[in-house]
């Protein structure tokens, strides 16, 4: 026989509290699996600036390869300023490039860099309610 004064977590009290683990659970999984397919296309987008670098890098050897071949023919290659500049695309508005200075023994590298060749759009913010009509 039951007592009047028992207290305990009856069967809707269980069920409710099931169904709220349930759905806590499902939103974690859901907000993993966002962030994972975030993280793989970033990964992607990481790898292919990295390909695209070496590859743009490879050819800038070649070319101060064919630099140092032209230099040891005895060919001037170097323009009235005293500098030659070498260019190589990585990818859509951005480029390797590179100035070499002549010294007694060839010539120096002096900038070895990536540039943005693109156009720059600022970001401009959001547009937020001030509080006026």
Not at 9 to 32: D, E, K
């Amino acid at each position: 026989m039951r007592r009047k004064n028992e207290w305990g977590i009856g069967v809707g009290t269980a069920s409710v509290l099931m169904i709220v683990m349930v759905l806590a659970f499902t939103t974690f999984g859901i907000l993993s699996l966002v962030s994972a397919r975030a993280d793989r296309e970033l990964s992607r987008k990481a790898s292919a600036l990295a390909e695209a670098w070496y590859a743009a890098e490879g050819r800038m050897q070649e070319q101060l390869a064919g630099v140092e071949e032209r230099l040891a023919s005895g060919e001037d290659i170097f323009g009235q300023d005293g500098a030659l500049e070498l260019t190589e695309t990585v990818r859509e508005g951005q480029e390797l490039q590179v100035c070499l200075r002549p010294t007694a023994d060839g010539y120096e590298i002096v900038r070895y860099e990536l540039v943005n060749t693109g156009e720059w759009n600022p970001d401009n913010g959001l547009d937020i309610w001030d509080g006026g009509r």
